[in-house]
């Protein structure tokens, strides 16, 4: 057992030194900043790349993925513990979202839910992202400029922020304006490009200490105790209080973290796996919520950030949890010398950075159709008017039906008809049925039920029809039909047999003969009329035909149809 962990764990490589290093401190500004963003201790912020990330790094089935805190995830556990009342300060309330969202984790990786996400669609997550960005740059406004705009929704925020540029404040805007300059001639040099916030961050705070700038720091706002992370006991009264929000800050961590497995594969050949990942989630935060965490999930940017800077195998990720731990204690107060105006500065630049990042994802929306664009649409108004925690309902419910819409668009009947060589191929569906022939009809779908009405319709008439088979090619269907399906089966095999047609099913699965026989369905299509499903793709087609053409030519006027 020893030896399959370590060979699954691996060694360390020398460049994992390295990534583990630049990861690890790039967390002191992004964690600090989306924590602050959230109305949270900036601590808590930091103590998120700490434990999940040493617990996530080990655990994940994606090598390189590193679980830590996120803007989505930042602002979402806040909207959820302002929901229900409570301290978004409170250690207690923290640990206790912090431990429930990693149940929930668990619990979609033990029961396989990772195929759920793969019906959230593009346009809603990306309507979901960009709002979520917009709540990023509007939360830091104040420290970036020093105007804290009023309003009751992020986008009123916004107008309000632009409309009374006079009231910013000349040294905290100032500061802020050189973080992002110098952000951005650091990512001109290739090599520092991976650490360029980094960099911004230290010469921006060491040119406010040199040249003696006023300006709010970090100490002003929360003491940083050089100490690792202590114990957090969470608090079991709010438990009641966060059980439907500790679903939502479950499921925008998950999905999230969902992209990294296909945009990152494994170094070592391994293959991800998006439920192991879902398990590895769960256990960082079941750790990381007793040492003063918050709710943590799979973190794209971090992840970038430990690839670029050289990242090899997991130990990257653990190193800048450990690395991280290091830095706290023997640098923390280095770290409360921080401005906010820095971190306000390059909040901005990440805010900015994932607007940019979605715009291909828009335009391909807005390509796609316009029901797409308006659930894109929908989600972002969503994200800056109502608590995140019901804008992810909503995302939810859109992608549903955005999905069953266009799902329902799709499905279709098919003629299949024979060349000279034996082929078959696709055909429109006649309007009619032809006396004395044969007419095979193809089902093209994902969901016979909803697409019901639309396929009964397109159905060939049968009036005048004597001796006309339709064969309809069941091996495609999806689902086995309800009792409306059934009700309209039944209906078209006394509309046949009224005209002197008949019904005959093919490529019958074993449960839908079941059905097929308690429902009576199969008495009334008659001998021959349910052709079960064969090995060979049209091996029952092929039956089938035959029957009814012998059927045909006993039925109709001359006896001497040709078929199709």
Known sequence: MFERARSRLGRPRPADVGSGLVTGLFSIPEGMAYAAIAGFNPVAGLYAGVVPAIVGSLTARTVLMVTTLTSAIALTSQSVLKDAGLDPKDTGSIATLTLMAGVVMLLM???????????????????????????????????????DPHGHNRLYQL?????????????????????????????????????????????????????????????????????????????????????????????????????????????????????????AQGLANLAGGFFQSLPAGGSLSR???????????????????????????????????????????????????????????????????????????????????????????????????????????????????????????????????????????????????????????????????????????????PDVPSSMVVKVLRRRIRELDRNGARLVLVGVQPELGRLLETTGIAGDLGPDGVIPAGGALFEPLEEALAQSRTWARGHSGDGSPDGS
């Not at 195929?115 to 740059?137: E, P, R």
């Not at 335009?363 to 994200?383: E, K, P």
Request: with cysteine; charged share 15%.
């Open 109 to 147: 990786g033990a029961l396989r839910l990772g195929v759920l996400l793969s019906f959230v669609s593009n346009a809603v997550m990306t309507g979901f992202s960009v709002g979520i960005a917009l709540q990023i740059v509007t939360g830091v406004l104040k420290d970036a400029t020093g105007y």
């Open 303 to 477: 992840t970038g950030v430990a690839v670029s800077a050289g990242a090899r195998t997991r130990w990257a990720g653990v190193l800048s949890g450990v690395l991280l731990a290091a830095v706290v204690l023997v640098c923390a107060p280095l770290a409360e010398r921080i401005p906010m105006p820095v971190i306000g500065g390059l909040i901005l630049v990440v805010g900015g950075e994932l607007i940019l990042g979605r715009r291909d994802d828009a335009r391909l929306v807005l390509r796609t159709s316009r029901l797409s664009f308006a659930a894109m649409a929908v989600t972002f108004l969503a994200t800056t008017q109502i608590p995140l925690q019901r804008a992810i309902v909503l995302g939810a419910v859109l992608s549903l039906l955005l999905y069953c819409a266009q799902a329902a668009r799709r499905a279709r009947l098919l003629a299949l008809v024979r060349d000279p060589e034996g082929r078959w191929h696709p055909a429109p569906v006649p309007e009619r049925l032809t006396p004395g022939e044969v007419t095979v009809l193809y089902y093209d779908g994902v969901s016979l039920f909803a697409e019901l009405p639309r396929i009964e319709a397109s159905l060939p008439q049968a009036d005048g029809a004597t001796g006309a088979v339709l064969v309809l090619v069941m091996r495609g269907l």
């Open 159 to 279: 107008g309000d922020w632009l409309a009374h540029l006079a009231n910013w404040q000349l040294d905290t805007t100032l500061v802020a304006l050189v973080t992002i300059a110098v952000w951005a001639l650091a990512r001109l040099v290739r090599p520092l490009k991976p650490v360029a916030l980094l960099i911004a961050m230290a010469v921006s705070t060491a040119g406010v200490a040199v040249f003696g700038v006023d300006v709010e720091l970090v100490r002003d706002i929360a003491h940083i105790p050089a100490a690792l992370p202590g114990f957090s006991a969470p608090d079991l009264s709010a438990v009641p209080k966060l059980l439907g929000g500790a679903c939502a800050v479950a499921l925008v961590a998950l999905a999230q973290a969902a992209g990294i497995g296909p945009s990152i594969p494994n170094p070592d050949g391994s293959r991800s796996s998006v439920n192991g990942d879902f398990a």
